[in-house]
Every structure is written in structure tokens, then in C-alpha cells.
């Protein structure tokens, strides 16, 4: 076999072990029915409650808690919508509507939620999801380590270490699990910046576009900025002056200008969104990270998966954030061998691997100053600890590859000469795991093993990584070096990570009750109980007007706070099906219990009524009151609608209200409706007003203005009409009309880099 040929087979083999070990990993998920989100918390509410199996425990994990509350949901909606041929840009199942597309966390157009639009049901696309973020994450470590010169077993074990990192398999169900594959290939581009070659700025385009589209502007930028810190590192520690970087610093910013267009489509419906949010659904970080923190880098288990107290400090609460990090203990085990050899190492690619390396221990630091610190800088208050986190795992992988890479070069001088070094550096990374671990030993740690088993584990491992460093001293191979180290970095990065993986019976994750089943029945809207706050209906595809993954519209927000002292403001929500306890029943919706009618009974003590004086989702109002701008302290049960920007001029005569009703072919961003025989007056659809929304009355377009702050409104005249409205939201077309530019600049530019690199070849002087 030729050496191309040999080369490219040892390639082919990573890639496929990298996929086999994803497989590996995902093995429950995938072939035993299990699903990776932390379901347990929804078997405890009153709708799932009848599928919990006894003996189960609740989940204590509040970020598993928004994973299953928040994002399933979201993608259980993905699902819905491709199934049917439906809009992903308006979601009508809370909150009276919410954009969808536009609130960037859901993922719609990530490139791991392509499974939702093809696969046949939620729970095995998220399985086919999960398996393609660690490969992808995988391929881009081991391709980024070949592209810096890497052979490739030890380009496998920085793409074993990619694919097994705490952001992407550890958080796999969160939206940070979406971006970080990608940051590998960001680095490659860095680096080639760094080069002088300038000519790739569209690749880094593509990479900024591809982790925009993940969901989580947090880790977004994050990557930017250790992507732009390792930058100035290099620039710094090679020497080389700003003017010779001009061209770089231009193409660096023409690729985060061209990936910003490139994601238009999804960025511009969110500066929208925002504007008109009371709640964007980011997650507020309760996790404070300290010094005393570092012990995990050593012991990964040592935080168990609980919560506690220390010296009255409260533990993080989300201890997935405290796990990230742990780096791995291959690549913790051999920094000592790095500072034994750095001397042998040459100088361009000793400042790369420590320019990324001092870059990460930066960002760590930063994380490790306290929230309440963040808090105060501008910009830094919207990271949590976990955002500064993201780069470390990658970092220490390319050093510890880097002094394996070495170390299986050295001649016999200067093998002898690192082996002096190495016992003075080891005994220094044994004092400092000692001093951190110590000084934590009084932890609360529920659900941990015992630190004796903790220890037993760490130095097991570790003296196998030693019998590896000895064999290839008298045996030096690169091959057996790098998969050598690769079977190790699994054994370690999977053990340390696997138990804190949330895993739930598939059958358990929003099962179809007898009471969900009931509330589906109803084919309406759900209004009621305070507890609704906290049940994600969506999950079942249920509507319901409150809003429980944390998602929220200011107008939605102000008619609902109005609406919980006015209950008979409800009715206008067009939600003709209420669930309440019998607390509700005796409290705030007493003055319309003789309206109610009950409609079924369930064993959790909660009723589900028929409101008989609701109005329905369309009705035509006579008499309204107009006003500028919108305020909740006029709404009033006994006050005519708020009509806001207009004065329609009607006629309060007496007649009999229009008979109206929606079309079957109604779909989730167009509701026909259909009027007979109206007086003028103003057509008032209970579904949210957003920017975007339009209509037509009988075929001509209309003006749709909002009615009490929150619902749709236009304006009809006597007679029989057909009203369409229809969201067409022209964020998303200019973001759409961006993106499509950009894609086309990005094409061209890597077609001149293609071109460039093609004669490069053929004419190499």
C-alpha cells in the first residue's frame, strides 16, 4: 500500500472508531428505549402523575428540569410542524401564540435538529440528535488535529476528547451541546490567520454561522472571544507586529460580518423577539463556581450529583456546570510531561499549544471570581461560569497530544533529561491535587462514591497512563502512543461523565394519560389553575395560555397580571376550557362559578369546566374604546375592548352578534375565519398580536392592530366576510434575503480559496 493510500485508510479508521465509541455511548438511548432528558420532574405533576412507577424519586436538578420543561417541548413541536407541513415561525400552543423561529434557543434550524423534520417520532430523532452531536464533535477534534499536524492516532485522541467533553456530552440536551462541536474547526481557522492566509476567511464564516444557528448566543460568544483571545495570545508571545496582521485582522472580521449575514434568518426575528419579550427563556445562572471548585479536575465524582451545604456556602446548582471542569484525566495526567519536554519542542508549536492553553486558564479564572462580580461588568453578566468554561477540554487535549507527540520522538539524552524533569513536575501536580481535594474534604457530597473508591479510581487510571509512557520508551510508536491513549481518554471522560447524564424511560417522558387524553378531547384552549404555570402541555400538544417554558410577551405578561385580580377578563382569551382546584373554585374564580359547567373529575382533585359565558377564539365587537397606547389599568369585565392606533367608527346599534367560526383549514401561522351577516364592527381573534401578523377581509388586505394589548384585531364592515390572517413577518424575510447573500458570498469565497489552493498544487514554485 502506498503511503497516501496508508494515510488516508488510518483516517478512514478514526473517523469510524470515533462513530463506534459515539454509538457505544449512546448504546441506552438508543437500543433500550431510553430517552436523554430528566423526565422524573414532570411525573410528579397532576396531567403525567399516573404513569410515575412507584418508588420513584423526584428529580432535584433544576437544569434537568428546564431541559424537560423547556426544550423537549420545543422540539416535540419541531416535530409536530414537519410531520403536517406546517410553519416553524409561529408556535400557537402558549401563550395565546409565540414566535418560534425567532426565539433562537429553540434550535429550529440547527443542524442537529434536521432528525426532528425527517425522523417518524420526537423521542428517536432526539436519540438520532444526541449520537450526531458527538460525532460531528468528535470529527471536528481529530480534522482540526490533522489540519496542526497531528498523526492521526493522536488526532484520535483529541477527537475522543472533543466527543466526550463536558459541554457536549455531558450537557448533550442543552443548547450548548449545539455550538461546541463546531469550535475545533474555529481554531483551525484562527490558526490560519495566524499564517498569513487570509484566503479562509469564508471557512471561518461558515463556523461562526454553524454555532449561531445553535441556539445559545452565550456560548456563541464565547467562542468568538476565545477564538480572538488566542489570537492576541499568539500575536503576543510570536512576536509579530499589528501591520503584519492586517490582513488577517480584515478577513477575521469580514468572517464574523459574512457569518453574522449567514445566520440573519434566525438573528433578526430574535432582536425582534426581544424587543417584544418579558422573557426570552434564557437561563438564569444560580451556579457559582469557586477555587475550592478545582477538586473535580481531579476527582470528576467528587461533587456526587446532589446538593449540600458547605460552611454554610450553598453548592451550585446545576453540578453539570461544576463538572466542566474536569478536562480529563488523560489530559490532566500529562501536563507534567509537557513542562518535562517543552524545551524539545519546536518554537511555533510550543507558542500555539500554550497560547491556547494560557487562553483557557484566563477564562477558567474568570469563571472562578464569582457571579456576583460578573455581575457588575458590562457584557460579562450575561455568561454564566459554564460559557467561560467551553474551550478547556480542547485546549489541554492538543497539549496533552502534543507531549505525547514528542515524547515518542526524544532521542535517549533527551528521554533521560525529560524523565528528571518529570519526577520534579509530578510530585508538584500530586501536591496541588492533594491541597485542592483537602481542602474540600468536609463536602457535602450526596450520591458521590466514597473519596477512597474516588482515589482508587483517579490513581488507577493514572498508573495505566504511566505503564502506556514506559512501554513507548523502550518501544517508541506513535500508533500505540495514540490509540493507547485514546482507549484511555474514553474509559475516563465516559466514567466521569455517564452517571451525572440524565436518563428517563422513554414511555415516561410526557406519556399520554388518561388526563392529558382528556384534555386533548377538548380540541381548545386551557385556561385555569396557577399550576398551569408549571405543566408544559406543550409536550402533549396541548394549548394552554400560560406560558411554562419560561418564554413570555410583554403584552402577555400585563393582560395576565390584570386578569389574575379580574378573572372574568379570562373570557376574552378564547380558552372556553378552564382546570381548577377546588382552591381556585373557592378563591378567585368563585364570581363565575355559576357559569361553570363540569365537564370531568380527576382522581388529583383537579376539575376541568366548560365556561359557558366565554367568548369564543373569534367574535365581532360593537363597541370598543380606542386607545394610543396600550394600558392594563383600563381593562376593565365590564369596559369594551382596548382598540389600539385606531378609531374605528362604528355604530352601536342593537342586533344580534355575528355568528363567526374558524376554518379546518386553519394551520399554525394562517387562521381563516368566517363571519355571517355582521353589523360594522371590529373581528377579534384571542390569539397574541406579534409584528408580522396581517390580514385580508374578503381577498383585500387590512389593517391587524392589537386588542386589549394582547389579541389580533380588524376592522369589518356590514354583510358576510371571510377574513384570512396570515403571519408574515418581515424580520424573516430581510434575515432570509441576508442569509442568502451571504451564502452566496461564502460560496465564492471558498471557491477562490479551492482555486487558489488547486494551482498551489499543481505549481508549487
Given amino acids: 500500500m502506498r503511503p497516501a493510500q496508508r494515510i488516508f485508510a488510518e483516517d478512514v479508521l478514526c473517523l469510524l472508531l470515533l462513530s463506534a465509541l459515539a454509538a457505544a455511548a449512546c448504546f441506552p438511548v438508543l437500543l433500550l428505549g431510553r430517552a436523554p432528558v430528566a423526565g422524573n420532574s414532570i411525573l410528579f405533576q397532576p396531567p403525567w402523575e399516573e404513569a410515575r412507577p412507584p418508588h420513584m424519586s423526584p428529580d432535584t436538578d433544576p437544569a434537568g428540569e428546564r431541559q424537560v420543561r423547556q426544550y423537549y417541548p420545543w422540539y416535540v413541536f419541531i416535530h409536530d410542524a414537519a410531520q403536517y407541513g406546517d410553519s416553524i415561525l409561529w408556535n400557537p400552543f402558549e401563550g395565546c401564540g409565540m414566535p418560534f423561529l425567532a426565539l433562537w434557543r429553540s434550535r429550529c434550524l440547527s443542524p442537529f435538529s434536521l432528525p426532528f423534520y425527517v425522523i417518524s417520532t420526537p423521542l428517536q430523532a432526539l436519540r438520532i440528535s444526541v449520537l450526531l452531536k458527538l460525532i460531528v464533535a468528535g470529527v471536528c477534534g481529530f480534522l482540526a488535529a490533522r489540519k496542526l499536524g497531528f498523526a492521526a492516532p493522536l488526532a484520535l485522541f483529541v477527537g475522543v476528547t472533543c466527543e466526550f467533553s463536558g459541554p457536549v456530552f455531558l450537557r448533550m440536551g442543552y443548547p450548548m451541546s449545539d455550538v461546541i462541536p463546531w469550535l475545533p474547526m474555529w481554531i483551525v481557522y484562527a490558526e490560519r490567520l495566524i499564517l498569513g492566509q487570509a484566503r479562509y476567511w469564508a471557512y471561518g464564516a461558515l463556523f461562526i454561522a454553524l454555532m449561531a444557528l445553535g441556539g445559545d448566543p452565550e456560548s456563541l460568544a464565547a467562542a468568538i472571544v476565545f477564538g480572538t483571545l488566542f489570537i492576541l495570545v499568539r500575536m503576543i508571545l510570536q512576536g509579530k507586529r499589528p501591520v503584519a496582521l492586517r490582513a488577517s485582522t480584515l478577513a477575521f472580521l469580514a468572517s464574523l460580518v459574512v457569518g453574522a449575514a449567514l445566520a440573519a434568518v434566525q438573528t433578526l426575528p430574535y432582536i425582534e423577539f426581544v424587543r417584544e419579550a418579558a422573557s426570552t427563556g434564557r437561563p438564569e445562572s444560580n451556579t457559582v463556581l469557586g477555587w475550592r471548585d478545582l477538586a ?18 450553598e453548592m451550585a446548582a446545576d453540578l453539570g456546570v461544576v463538572n466542566l471542569l474536569h478536562v480529563g484525566l488523560v489530559s490532566v495526567t500529562l501536563l507534567p510531561l509537557w513542562f518535562s519536554l517543552r524545551r524539545f519542542v519546536l518554537a511555533f508549536d510550543r507558542r500555539r499549544t500554550e497560547s491556547m492553553v494560557l487562553v483557557a486558564v ?88 466514597p473519596l477512597v473508591v474516588q482515589a482508587a479510581i483517579t490513581c488507577g487510571f493514572v498508573l495505566l497512563l504511566f505503564a502506556l509512557l514506559t512501554g513507548t520508551v523502550f518501544r517508541p510508536s506513535v500508533r500505540l502512543m495514540g490509540y493507547g491513549l485514546s482507549a484511555v481518554a474514553f474509559a475516563t471522560l465516559f466514567t466521569a461523565f455517564a452517571p451525572g447524564i440524565a436518563q428517563t424511560d422513554g414511555t415516561l417522558v410526557f406519556p399520554r394519560t388518561d388526563f392529558i387524553q382528556s384534555l386533548s378531547e377538548k380540541r381548545t384552549r386551557l385556561c385555569g389553575s396557577e399550576a398551569l404555570k408549571r405543566w408544559p402541555l406543550q409536550g402533549n400538544l396541548v394549548a394552554q395560555v ?56 380527576f382522581s388529583s382533585g383537579a376539575i376541568l369546566f366548560n365556561d359557558l359565558g366565554s367568548k369564543p377564539r373569534a367574535w365581532v365587537a360593537y363597541q370598543v374604546q380606542p386607545v394610543d397606547k396600550f394600558h392594563p389599568e383600563k381593562l376593565g369585565v365590564d369596559q369594551p375592548p382596548l382598540v389600539e392606533g385606531v378609531a374605528p367608527a362604528l355604530i352601536a346599534a342593537p342586533g344580534p352578534e355575528a355568528r363567526t367560526s374558524i376554518s379546518d383549514s386553519e ?69 432570509r434575503l441576508i442569509s442568502i447573500g451571504g451564502a452566496i458570498v461564502t460560496a465564492l469565497g471558498m471557491a477562490y480559496t479551492a ?3 488547486f494551482r498551489s498544487h499543481r505549481h508549487p514554485f
Fill in 362 to 449: 484566563m477564562m477558567t479564572s474568570v469563571s472562578l471570581v464569582g457571579h456576583d462580580r460578573l455581575s457588575q461588568v458590562p457584557l460579562l453578566k450575561w455568561f454564566g461560569p459554564e460559557h467561560f468554561l467551553i474551550g478547556n477540554a480542547l485546549a489541554f487535549a492538543f497539549m496533552a497530544a502534543a507531549a505525547a507527540e514528542e515524547w515518542v520522538a526524544l532521542n535517549a539524552e533527551q528521554c533521560k533529561r525529560t524523565i528528571l524533569w518529570l519526577v520534579f513536575f509530578m510530585p508538584l501536580l500530586a501536591v496541588a491535587a492533594f491541597v485542592t481535594v483537602w481542602v474540600d474534604r468536609d463536602l457535602s457530597r450526596p450520591a458521590a462514591p
Fill in 755 to 757: 482555486i487558489v489552493r
Fill in 546 to 601: 400560560n406560558c411554562p417554558t419560561g418564554v413570555e410577551l410583554k403584552r402577555h405578561a400585563a393582560f395576565f397580571d390584570k386578569a389574575r385580580t379580574s378573572p372574568l377578563l379570562f373570557r376574552r382569551m378564547g380558552a372556553p376550557a378552564l382546570l381548577l382546584t377546588k382552591e381556585d373554585v373557592q378563591g378567585e374564580f368563585a364570581s363565575i362559578r355559576s357559569r361553570l359547567e363540569i365537564h370531568r373529575v
Fill in 667 to 735: 394551520r399554525y401561522d394562517r387562521v381563516p375565519v368566517h363571519i355571517e351577516e355582521t353589523r360594522p364592527g371590529v373581528l377579534i381573534l384571542s390569539d397574541a398580536w406579534y409584528p408580522g401578523w396581517k390580514a385580508t377581509v374578503d381577498g383585500a388586505e387590512a389593517l391587524v392592530f392589537p386588542v386589549d394589548g394582547l389579541f389580533r384585531g380588524v376592522q369589518v364592515g356590514e354583510g358576510t366576510h371571510d377574513v384570512v390572517f396570515y403571519f408574515d413577518s418581515d424580520s424573516f424575510k430581510l434575515g
Fill in 296 to 313: 473535580v479536575i481531579f476527582l470528576p465524582h467528587f461533587f456526587g450529583r446532589g446538593h449540600g451545604l458547605v460552611q454554610g456556602r
